[in-house]
C-alpha cells in the first residue's frame, strides 16, 4: 500500500478563501471585486445581491456579461 503525503498550510488556505469576503453578522459576504484608481486597490463594499460588483460598480457586470 502507497502512503501519499498531505502539506497543507490552512492559515495560507483560510486568507486565501477570506480574500472576497467580508464578515458580517449574518456570516460572510462576498465583496466587489472591482479595483479603484491607479493603485488598483479593491472595492472592498459588499456585492450588489447575486452580482460580483457593489451597487456602484454593478454596470461592469453587466457590460462583461454582454461580451
Keep these: ?14 486568507r486565501e478563501w477570506n480574500k472576497n469576503k467580508k464578515k458580517t ?3 460572510y459576504k462576498y465583496i466587489c471585486k472591482s479595483t479603484i484608481g491607479k493603485t488598483k486597490r479593491h472595492c ?5 445581491k447575486t452580482s460580483e460588483y457593489c451597487y456602484v460598480h454593478r454596470k461592469q457586470d453587466e457590460q462583461s456579461s454582454k461580451l
Excluded at 3 to 14: G, K, M, P, R, Y
Design 1 to 14: 500500500m502507497q502512503t501519499l503525503t498531505v502539506n497543507i498550510d490552512f492559515d495560507e488556505a483560510s
Design 25 to 27: 453578522p449574518d456570516g
Design 44 to 48: 472592498k463594499t459588499v456585492c450588489f
